[in-house]
């Protein structure tokens, strides 16, 4: 259906107030203008940032608000100025916006090196991605690390090499990955929003090179920022844009 030139009348969630209930309401969408997009989307997840938003704890959130930002759609009608995609195409939208011209277009976050050994903490739907992309850069050691064991099960379809229940362990989980790899991993992933995985996880990258990869979002913690000031020898990226999703990673992914 060409919706250009239209006002759009659809119901959408809508959060009025902080740690309050959603409203279902009725919304109008203003007709397209240049360089917009509108797409039609068939299906949405529901991430955790979207319940940080909702706690009114979130610097950067804004209410009123209609949360939701992975979902997939086809897209109906294009405004003008608009090139790269068109209706009925299938898309992915990013809510981060992306010129693919700047360094961090071109340049990976992780810089991951086949071979290398990775760690991802927090096994559901971003964790299981972030193995997938392991696995598509040749990890040659991939450790899912999680307190589910379904997610566990999971991960190991998704091939991971190694799956640990830190539960299921005396030592701390970090003294566990340090022995697992002579050292400790190359490359760690934080992928559920909890401070202490946080700590986890950077404690458990190797001295000297070790890059932790922070994609969870979480409240902040004076004991975690204070404790970063003391290591000197590994890297801490935090993974708040996604660098070359939209122009080259994300359709290879998808392929």
């Known amino acids: 259906m060409d919706t250009t030139g239209k006002v759009i009348h659809c119901k959408a969630a809508v959060a009025w107030e902080a740690e309050k209930p959603l409203s279902i309401e009725e919304v109008e969408i203003a007709p397209l203008k240049a360089h917009e997009v509108w797409v039609n989307i068939v299906a949405t997840a529901v991430c955790h940032t979207n319940a940080y938003t909702l706690s009114g704890a979130d610097p950067v959130g804004c209410i009123a608000v209609i949360l939701g930002h992975e979902r997939a759609g086809i897209v109906e009608s294009v405004g003008e100025g608009v ?17 693919g011209e700047c360094y961090g277009a071109v340049v990976n976050t992780a810089k991951v090196e086949a071979s290398s050994n990775r760690a991802v903490f927090g096994l559901g739907g971003v964790g299981l991605a972030v193995i997938m992309g392991c696995k598509v850069a040749d990890a040659a050691q991939i450790i899912g690390i999680y307190i589910n064991t379904d997610k566990l099960e999971k991960a190991n379809k998704f091939e991971a090499t190694e799956c640990i229940n830190p539960k299921d362990n005396d ?4 003294e566990v990955l340090i022995d697992l790899t002579n050292g400790g991993v190359d490359y760690s992933f934080e992928c559920v929003g909890n401070v202490g995985v ?18 969870g979002v979480a409240g902040s913690s004076r004991d975690f920022y204070k404790a970063l000031l003391t290591f000197h020898w590994m890297n801490l990226e935090r993974h708040c844009l996604w660098r070359l999703e939209e122009c080259g990673e994300r359709p290879k992914t998808c392929e």
Do not use: E, F
């Open 198 to 215: 946080k700590q986890a996880s950077l404690d458990a990258c190797h001295k000297g090179w070790g890059t932790s990869i922070v994609v």
């Open 171 to 174: 030592k701390p989980i970090r």
């Open 83 to 99: 090139t790269r995609v068109k209706a009925i195409d299938h898309v992915i939208p990013l809510y981060i916006p992306q010129c």
